[in-house]
């Protein structure tokens, strides 16, 4: 199992940004995806997830209305759209899923919200 982020990078607030996670070693179109996010001091914390085939998505209170995820299953891709960016958005994302049984985590992409 692999994922592989990418899309992160500097934004001033306000803006947005489109993380994307290509997955390969397993049936993608079968598994629920994550978002995950870890800032500095902070303890991981989900900010999004979508169930296997699309239909179903969950957000917490401090990313919903701004964040989307949405996945592509012919392409074995998952992404999550972020768009007015706080400074507080400002942390390590990485993509998850759960392939019993164990996690796989990616390697994670910067986001930083700054002036």
């Known amino acids: 199992v692999q994922l592989v982020e990418s899309g992160g990078g500097l934004v001033q607030p306000g803006g947005s940004l489109r993380l994307s996670c290509a997955a390969s070693g397993f049936t993608f179109s079968s598994y629920v995806m994550n978002w995950y996010r870890q800032a500095p001091g902070k303890e991981r914390e989900l900010v999004a997830r979508?169930?296997?085939?699309?239909?179903?998505?969950t957000y917490p209170d401090s990313v919903k209305g701004r964040f989307t995820i949405s996945r592509d299953n012919a392409k074995n891709t998952v992404y999550l759209q972020m768009n007015s960016l706080k400074p507080e958005d400002t942390a390590v994302y990485y993509c998850?899923?759960?392939?019993?049984?164990?996690?796989?985590w990616g390697q994670g992409t910067q986001v930083t919200v700054s002036s």
């Open positions: 979508i169930s296997s085939a699309g239909s179903s998505t």
């Open positions: 998850h899923t759960f392939y019993g049984p164990r996690n796989y």
